[in-house]
């Protein structure tokens, strides 16, 4: 590991107080080392990554990492901290820091060398080492494992392997998936076997530290665990023979597992992977439990099942039940944002070229004339509204599919059409892909013989719990729904003044907030939905929060066209792109700056979005398709005034943008440095 830690960047009085702060110092490090080409492009990345999971680990250990084009070498920086810094971990601050840069492209043989470092990382024996040394080429030494760790004088702890035991890097596919030493075993004289999958979203530490933690914990139960590391260092599948004499199964994963019908039959613990690094001991004492009840996991018999974040997904059982249900409920969102986009625009362009009145149009498979306009306006209105027939179906199957996997798209996709039926619509839809997948979850519980279980995803699942969901939504639940939907459609129509005020101020907070997460989904969501049966109200909801999503990356654009000084090279590109993105409607084009300083950036755009949604709303804009930005102006009710509301609410996100920015620049660099320090290299400084 000599090419990727040097005593120049160790660092043992960290004394940043923040993990931004942290990441920063230490990546000024890296600059100085000439192995990050782009300071704040890199930051970002970071930002990026830890955004999507805390890098923080119980022993106080914080490890931020990415992938980054602006890394030109990979390398790792360390820190050690006297007061500690908030990395997100559930036994508070880290003292340890270990910052590690790995380019897009990078090799497997050094991200095999940080595999082994996050497998060390799990040692008591290195950890307390870290701590103790007062030498910076000394602890660098320590990492690179050109020095053994000291005595510390203090056990191990109880199922922590000896510094011997911890498993040398080796390049990917030289060694078979990582053991635990098989113990005396159960009763009969076999020990109890499982075998599990680790991964993570980079593939570069969690993933390893996650199965050095099992195997370990492993180990000091007297069981026998063998873990398939699904990371960057290589994917080396576990033997088929090894996986059909386990026991049981266990996924610490943040994306999906590859090849998951290979563990069907076997009772499954699926939880995120800092589960397996922080309670290793219980997932394996869970799983033994899972095994005596005879509980057998429902994997599908081909394919990967829901993509990387969509409905179960990694970890889902683990989770919280509220992220579980913001999960599955993106899953179905995810699925029917295109059928909204193709339709809705084809429904769009219909009113452009033939009024709103071709929605009376005779059907073209019996009246349609090739020269006349009115002709194709109504064939484009027919094959948008026969996709918009599909939002609330496709809603409902992809809820449960995300819950339950494919056994659920039936009983989901029968529900959303029996909501439609009723007239329960969008409301409808919800309840009834999660009954789907409930119902379906609640049969996959009941055991049967091993005889009936290829029959089961592909027959009996699916014609019982379409049945159960069948009756529930027609003869329970569907008509109290479709009550509550027309309530929600009157309460809609009859908006106006202040509520209607309200209602465009907290539409255009959710957009802006996470620009493209749950919330900003969820409000996109509400306003399509309304779209499949439209009204006064429920146009006016959908013109708001597109007005609202447009806002964010407008503003960041024109933020780094008038002051380009307080943003960094990378940034004033984004902003040129974030122009075109802004005006098509495409929130997600002012990530990196938010990724970057969501201090700043985050508080700035939501108040954009609030002033642009509360004015659409009280000038009474609508809109009826569903995308489309500027490109849809002509649809737009009062347009004149539409366009007013996004100019009004991008002017404000600029101006607070502009002004918490160079406050920062003004207060992030001491007065006395102020002369010697390049403004390229002030910029993005952490307050």
Not at 163 to 183: L, T
Not at 306 to 332: I, Q, W
Not at 559 to 569: E, G, N, Q, S, W
Request: net charge negative.
């Amino acid at each position: 590991m000599s090419e990727l830690i040097t005593a120049e960047l160790v660092d043992l009085d960290l004394s940043a107080a923040t993990k931004d702060a942290a990441a920063r110092s230490l990546a000024e490090r890296m600059v100085a080392a000439h192995r990050v080409t782009d300071l704040d492009g890199f930051l970002a990345d970071v930002a990026a990554r830890e955004a999507q999971m805390p890098t923080g680990l119980d022993g106080g250990i914080g490890i931020p990492h990415c992938r980054s084009e602006h890394v030109s070498a990979p390398t790792l920086a360390f820190g050690r901290s006297a007061r500690g810094i908030d990395f997100g971990a559930a036994d508070g601050p880290a003292d340890l820091i270990f910052l590690i840069a790995a380019p897009a492209g990078a090799d497997d043989d050094h991200l095999t060398i940080l595999s082994g470092l996050a497998r060390r990382l799990m040692d008591p024996e290195f950890t307390a080492a870290l701590r103790a040394g007062d030498d910076p080429g000394t602890v660098a030494a320590l990492i690179r494992g050109e020095e053994p760790a000291p005595e510390t004088g203090a056990a191990p702890e109880a199922g922590t392997p000896e510094p011997a035991d911890v498993p040398e890097a080796k390049a990917p596919g030289a060694e078979a998936p990582e053991r635990a030493a098989s113990p005396a075993g159960d009763g009969d004289g076999a020990p109890f076997r499982i075998v599990a999958v680790t991964s993570c979203p980079t593939g570069i530490a969690h993933t390893y530290m996650a199965a050095e933690s099992l195997t370990a914990a492993g180990r000091a139960e007297g069981v026998e665990v063998t873990v398939e590391t699904q990371g960057s260092a290589g994917f080396s599948k576990l033997d088929p023979a090894v996986i059909a004499a386990a026991d049981a199964v266990i996924w610490a994963h943040d994306v999906e597992v590859r090849e998951k019908a290979r563990f069907r039959g076997k009772p499954l613990v699926d939880v995120g992977v800092k589960a397996g690094i922080n309670r290793p001991a219980e997932l394996i004492a869970e799983a033994r439990r899972k095994a005596e009840r005879g509980e057998i996991a429902a994997v599908p018999e081909g394919g990967d099942g829901p993509e990387a974040g969509d409905g179960g997904g990694p970890g889902a059982e683990g989770a919280h039940f509220g992220v579980r249900l913001r999960t599955y409920l993106m899953s179905g969102v995810s699925y029917m944002v295109p059928f909204v986009a193709a339709g809705g625009l084809l429904i769009a362009l219909s009113f452009a070229i033939g009024g709103y009145e071709i929605v009376d149009a005779k059907s073209v498979a019996d009246h349609f004339v090739w020269g006349q306009a009115d002709s194709w306006a109504a064939l484009l209105n027919q094959i948008g509204s026969a996709a918009f027939g599909f939002l609330v179906p496709v809603l409902a199957g992809y809820i449960a599919y995300g819950m339950a996997d494919r056994p659920a798209l039936v009983p989901g996709f029968v529900g959303g059409a029996i909501a439609l039926t009723v007239e329960a619509g969008f409301l409808g839809g919800l309840v009834a892909g999660l009954l789907a997948g409930a119902v379906v979850m609640a049969i996959q519980r009941v055991p049967v013989h091993p005889t009936l279980r290829g029959i089961m995803p592909v027959l009996v699942i699916p014609l019982i719990a379409s049945a159960v969901v069948g009756f529930l939504m027609f003869i329970v639940v569907g008509k109290p729904i479709a009550a509550l939907q027309g309530a929600l459609t009157d309460w809609l129509n009859g908006l106006s003044g202040s509520n209607a005020v309200i209602l465009g101020v907290v539409l255009g907070l959710m957009m802006c907030f996470d620009m493209g997460g749950p919330l900003n989904k969820v409000a996109y969501a509400f306003a399509v939905g309304g779209l499949a049966d439209p009204t006064d109200g429920s146009l006016k909801v959908m013109a708001a929060v597109m007005a609202a999503g447009m806002v964010p990356p407008l503003a960041l654009a024109l933020a780094t066209t008038v002051r380009k000084k307080l943003f960094t090279k990378t940034e004033r590109e984004n902003g040129r792109a974030a122009w075109v993105l802004g005006a098509s409607f495409i929130t997600e084009g002012a990530i990196p700056f938010a990724a970057a300083d969501p201090l700043r950036v985050i508080p700035s755009v939501m108040a954009g979005g609030a002033v642009t949604g509360a004015l659409s709303m009280a000038f009474g804009c609508t809109l009826r398709a569903p995308h489309g930005g500027i490109f849809v102006v002509p649809l737009i009710g009062e347009p004149f005034l539409y366009l007013l509301a996004i100019a009004a609410g991008t002017l404000v996100a600029t101006a607070l943008v502009v002004l918490l920015k160079g406050a920062r620049r003004t207060t992030a660099v001491p007065a006395g440095e102020a002369a010697a320090t390049a403004p390229e290299a002030r910029v993005g400084a952490t307050a």
